[in-house]
């Protein structure tokens, strides 16, 4: 749990509207939450600067939620399971947000899957939320700022968070560092085709859940299961409190499911007791500051009149073949410091 008193400056410097904001999102206001998504979202400086007040205001009311990311190919059902699941959940009395992570428009960047669209059932659930947001490219699928997003939907009172990744073949890595639990959904499908699942992606997994278990898919998934068992005897569980389990389910069936949060459940119980969880997001806040750092001295190297002055005929130097780009790389960074750039 994130813990701590409030930053005496956060606080001071909420500007009347931001501390509407703010009270809003801690009533549960869903519009309010929507607001503060969509300006953690924003790019621009100042939004940028107010969003990272409010989330500072807001702290304190974070960490109590469970943080589970859903990962697997295309046309395995992750939609279909995550309406399923928190359909069940909501209906079980526990306040579920969904960040969806659509993939992006290459042309806009916006989003070529459609909140209108998707999990019609469980966005009519009040006790759900869905945001789907573009992935902008980012690694594995995950909107840039989608750790902010989950930290408003736990301020406005949401106990579960579900992440779903775009899951088209990108690093998984990125969702597995911003959530408690890592999911993996695979296909009752057996042999070669459960050889594609990458060892890397598996080796992130706490918990896999073999979909469609139904009809004449049954004993397919039970197979899939089997194989995924023997499979994960192999690899070294990541915490010594927990060895990841495979389970069977049937979204449409609504089968399975309640063994899923039991097992979520006995996850959180184990992790909690060994001191793992803590430790696990102490990390994933350090990692996260080391990106913020990484994405704004980015910012900053574009942004610089010089760098941004000579960038272009460097790039042209590149894509022609008459320089190295580790040679322009050093002479626009020179350019950025104003000193020599000499790498280790």
């Known amino acids: 749990m994130i813990t701590g008193s409030r930053p005496a400056a956060a606080a001071a410097s909420l500007s009347p509207a931001t501390q509407d904001l703010a009270s809003g999102i801690l009533a549960g206001q869903r519009r309010a939450l929507a607001r503060a998504i969509t300006l953690v979202e924003s790019t621009r400086s100042d939004h940028r ?43 079980s009395g526990r306040k579920v947000a969904v960040l969806a992570v659509d993939p992006s428009s290459s042309r806009s960047g916006g989003s070529i899957l459609g909140d ?17 947001s573009p992935s902008g490219g980012t690694l594995g699928g995950v909107a840039r700022r989608t750790r902010e997003a989950m930290l408003l939907a736990e301020a406005a009172g949401f106990d579960v968070i579900f992440i779903e990744t775009v899951g088209v073949g990108q690093s998984e890595t990125t969702v597995a560092d911003m959530v408690d639990l890592f999911v993996l959904l695979a296909s009752p499908a057996g042999g070669d085709d459960l050889q594609g699942i990458k060892r890397g992606i598996m080796e992130l997994a706490d918990l896999l859940i073999v979909t469609k278990a139904d009809g004449d898919l049954l004993l397919a998934a039970q197979r899939a299961a089997s194989e995924l068992r023997s499979a994960l005897h192999l690899m070294r569980p990541k915490v010594p409190c927990w060895r990841p389990k495979v389970l069977t389910v049937s979204s449409v069936a609504a089968k399975g499911l309640e063994t899923v949060w039991d097992t979520i459940e006995a996850f959180r119980s184990a992790m909690d007791g060994a001191g793992e969880l803590a430790r696990l997001r102490a990390e994933q806040s350090r990692a ?18 010089q760098v941004a002055a000579e960038a272009p005929a460097l790039e042209a130097r590149v894509v022609a073949g008459e320089t190295t780009p580790s040679l322009a790389a050093e002479q626009l960074l020179t350019a950025f410091l104003g000193r020599p750039f000499r790498p280790d």
């Not at 209108?116 to 789907?132: D, F, G, Q």
């Open 49 to 91: 600067l107010q969003a990272a007040r409010l989330i500072a205001h807001l702290l304190p009311a974070t960490g109590k939620a469970i943080r589970i990311g859903f990962s697997g190919p295309p046309g395995v059902g992750k939609s279909t399971f995550i309406e399923a699941f928190g359909t069940h959940l909501t209906r």
């Open 116 to 132: 209108k669209t998707r999990m019609e059932t469980l966005s009519r659930e009040p006790n759900a939320y869905i945001r789907p």
């Open 288 to 305: 996260a500051l080391w990106r913020e750092i990484e994405d704004g001295l980015i910012t900053a190297l574009k942004d610089h009149p």
